[in-house]
Nanobody, 127 residues
Framework: QVQLEESEGGLVQAGGSLRLSCASS????????MGWFRQAPGKEREFVAA????????LYADSVKGRFTISRDNAKNMVYLQLNSLKPEDTAVYFC????????????????????WGQGTQVTVSS
């Protein structure tokens, strides 16, 4: 069983930056691929970024490519999402997620393949 807890999000002006973190419980964190997803009001959940179990392979949604960076620290059981050049359309609840199993250690943008989810954290970008 894996429990995920996102750090507090926040309110930031357009063009600003924010770093989200996600802490994972459990001793097998390094065997999980991790992802970040977001959901804006009235919209479906969408993929943001993902990273493989070792941290050397990443995947990004086109909408955030070049602005957001996902990383992980397996020694600390943490995954991070650095959000730069924020836009009002980045406003959403951000969720971290984990997917396990030997065949799911690569990054994926498919939310249905993730096994564990955090509660989410609000990020609001003002114009």
């Amino acid at each position: 069983q894996v429990q995920l807890e996102e750090s507090e999000g926040g309110l930031v002006q357009a063009g600003g930056s924010l770093r989200l973190s996600c802490a994972s419980s459990g001793r097998t964190f390094s065997s999980y691929a991790m992802g970040w997803f977001r959901q804006a009001p009235g919209k479906e959940r969408e993929f943001v970024a993902a990273i493989n179990w070792s941290g050397d392979s990443t995947l990004y949604a086109d909408s955030v490519k070049g602005r957001f960076t996902i990383s992980r620290d397996n020694a600390k059981n943490m995954v991070y999402l650095q959000l730069n050049s924020l836009k009002p359309e980045d406003t959403a609840v951000y969720f971290c997620a984990a997917r396990g199993g030997i065949f799911k250690r690569f990054p994926s943008g498919s939310g249905s393949t993730y096994d564990y989810w955090g509660q989410g954290t609000q990020v609001t970008v003002s114009s």
